[in-house]
């Protein structure tokens, strides 16, 4: 069956483990985050690494190491941690990236925009503290 809308592995991990992490008082570790949002550990620690590295969660390696958050909630939006991990949300035109149409109506209409420009507002409107 065909989905409109997913998200990646590597997306999922980041909204949901950051949620988890923003609604914790305490570190969370790999296993504990991967155990809880029921991904491969390897995955977890991939995403989060690329989290660390762009200063959302610091890190901390050893028996009581974890992430924890670095920014507060309410500053951190849905959208930068999808973008950090896919990469800019790109509003396009055409869904099948043509640059002249052979109709002189899209079959698509503007939905392929339409659902592109919701899509980005809706995870820059929702913060992390929207989810604690």
Do not use: W
């Not at 491969?40 to 190491?65: C, I, M, T, W, Y």
């Not at 991990?85 to 925009?113: H, R, W, Y």
């Amino acid at each position: 069956m065909s989905k409109i809308i997913t998200l990646s592995e590597a997306a999922s991990i980041a909204l949901h483990g950051m949620v988890l992490i923003a609604k914790s008082d305490k570190k969370l570790n790999v296993n504990q985050i991967s155990e809880t949002i029921d991904s491969s550990r390897h995955h977890v620690a991939k995403v989060f690494q690329r989290l660390a590295k762009e200063n959302f969660v610091s890190s901390n390696r050893g028996p009581n190491g974890g992430f924890v958050m670095k920014k507060e909630p309410k500053d951190v939006t849905l959208l930068e941690l999808y973008e950090v991990i896919e990469g800019p949300v790109e509003v396009q035109g055409c869904p099948s990236n043509k640059e002249k149409c052979p109709f002189n109506k899209c079959i698509m209409g503007d939905l392929a925009t339409a659902l592109a420009c919701e899509f980005k507002d809706f995870l820059g409107r929702q913060t992390l503290a929207d989810y604690v």
